[in-house]
């Protein structure tokens, strides 16, 4: 009895082994998985922010009342949508990258026109409908200044500074009201791959598709994502070089070293929902969570915020 309770011993404990052996196989695995999912993500983030940081800008700083644009022998709105793998535009849509730049600020903006779009025509129907409206309203501040016997020189000041707003219409004035329309805007016509790579560009190009070529004071709205320990290095060390610069919290930024940073992307039957660390290069450091929905239109909510450190400026542009 007892050599058949022994042998029946032996074969549970090696039962009991076996099962240990193969949750710790799982959990290697599922562990492996994680990783090289995170891996993924953080590499993608990282070939489209290289790219974004190579994109130059021509300020013509030298050539008074001409504004900024981008140098589009560094940028190729093809090139760059194609890094965006998981993510299909509208059938019928081509990309198009509009400059919305100004004395003191600006930033490109990315909108989407039909593949039959006219854009002369376009152009010249926005340019002559602005200049109307400009006229209408000369028109009616001519005969309200003559009702008030204002002087001719307040009146003529008045016609010469509207006839002055006539002159700054041209093709980037109109390209820009196309592309300042929600229903133009290119995030807006994009479809994500139903995957945790898909959604994961998706959100990236919602909240910071275009975060390049950006113009003075428009650094105070720079953001990215941190993705592993190299990106924390690199803000640390950013920072500390410019600790007279900016207010912030080393040890903050520090204890980030010993955190997890990597994106997490968690799929359920309705939505998508997406962790991550962002820097707002002039705001601060936050941990947010995103959930996006899984069918058409795909909206966007940031759901949760904490701050890790705030990053404040100690100066102007």
Known sequence: ?????????????????MKIKLILIICFVLNVGLNVSAQTYCN???KVREYQDSVKLNEHLKEEGRFPEVDTTSFDINVYM???????????????MVNNYYSDHGSPLLCVIDTAFNENKFVAEIIARR???????????????????RPEEKINQMVNFYENQKKIL??????RVLASDSVNKARNNLTPDDSQDGYLQYLFF?????????FWHSYYMEKTVICDKKDVEYYLNYYRKRKNSFEYSEKAISDLLHADVSPVVELDS?????????????????????????KYPFRVKNIYNETITTILPNFFY
């Open 206 to 214: 919602n909240q910071m598709g275009e975060e390049f070529a950006l």
């Open 82 to 96: 194609n890094l965006f793998n998981k993510l299909t535009l509208n059938s019928g849509k081509v990309c198009l």
């Open 270 to 294: 309705i939505d998508c929902r997406i962790t991550w660390y962002e820097i707002h290069t002039h705001a601060g450091i936050f941990k947010k969570t995103y959930s996006i929905e899984r």
């Open 170 to 175: 041209n093709r980037d004035y109109a390209l």
């Open 131 to 149: 200049k109307n409206f400009i006229d209408s309203i000369v028109s009616k501040n001519k005969l309200k200044y003559k009702r008030e016997n």
């Open 44 to 46: 993608f983030i990282k």
């Open 1 to 17: 009895m007892q050599s058949c309770g022994s042998v029946g011993g032996h074969i549970d404990n090696s039962v009991f082994n």
